[in-house]
């Protein structure tokens, strides 16, 4: 069983461009989550895919998008760059079911992102 | 809205000395709590979540709803114990709202 991966390690961009990370889930899993971790700050939640589908967002502007593809890995895009998008990139995979069962979310090591 | 927080940013303790580590939420539902770690140089992991009760690694977590606190507890800290945590609430859909952390450092 193969863990969550994140590609690409780091990236350096300047303001106004865009960028795409990329994160291949866990085995057997069909959820993926990404967060935003700015240096000194606790992940925040930017958006879910469960299925191919927008599963929730949190509180970030369209200019962060997201893909899932068939094979459930996942893509965030996002546009018009600004220095605060500084952070590291989090994706989670997860498999929750039809019951109440919380499943347990496995996270990928990062995509350090550095906008100048 | 929900809200974790975590007053302490930064936890010193010595070897084999008891460690708390403060996790304070605001959630209007039923809230589902967990404590996630991050060693050096490794990724995010689970820790514990509350709904199994269980003890990982010599840690306990007790879910207080009248005081809106999940503490995390270790009678005996040890050195490899040195990590960042953090504590998470889980909405619905999986998603996570995490606090701003806690380094824990246990010094020989």
């Known amino acids: 069983e193969t863990g969550v991966t994140q590609s690409p390690t780091h990236l350096i961009k300047t303001r106004g461009q865009q960028v795409t990370l990329r994160c291949s889930s866990q085995?057997?899993?069909?959820?993926v989550s990404w967060y935003q971790q700015a240096l000194g700050q606790g992940p925040q939640f930017i958006f879910q895919y469960y299925r191919e589908e927008e599963n929730g967002r949190g509180n970030f502007p369209p200019r962060f998008s997201g893909l899932q593809f068939p094979n459930y890995s996942s893509e965030l895009n996002v546009n018009a760059l600004e220095l605060d998008d500084s952070a590291l990139y989090l994706c989670?995979?997860?498999?929750?079911?039809?019951?109440?069962?919380?499943?347990?979310?496995?996270f990928g090591p990062g995509t350090r992102l550095t906008v100048l | 809205a929900q809200r974790v927080t975590q007053p302490e940013k930064l936890l010193s303790v010595f070897k084999g000395a008891p460690v708390e580590l403060k996790c304070n939420y605001s959630y209007s539902g039923s809230p589902e709590l967990f404590w996630y770690v991050q060693y050096s140089r490794q990724r995010l992991q689970l820790l514990l979540r509350?709904?199994s009760r269980e003890s990982i690694k010599g840690f306990t977590a007790d879910l207080n709803k009248g005081e809106t606190s999940f503490h995390l507890k270790k009678p005996f800290a040890q050195e490899e114990d040195s990590a960042m945590y953090y504590c998470a609430l889980m909405r619905s859909g999986s998603r996570l709202t995490f606090g701003e952390g806690t380094q824990l450092t246990v010094n020989p």
């Open positions: 085995s057997g899993h069909n959820t």
């Open positions: 989670a995979s997860s498999s929750p079911g039809g019951d109440r069962v919380i499943h347990e979310q496995f």
């Open positions: 509350h709904i």
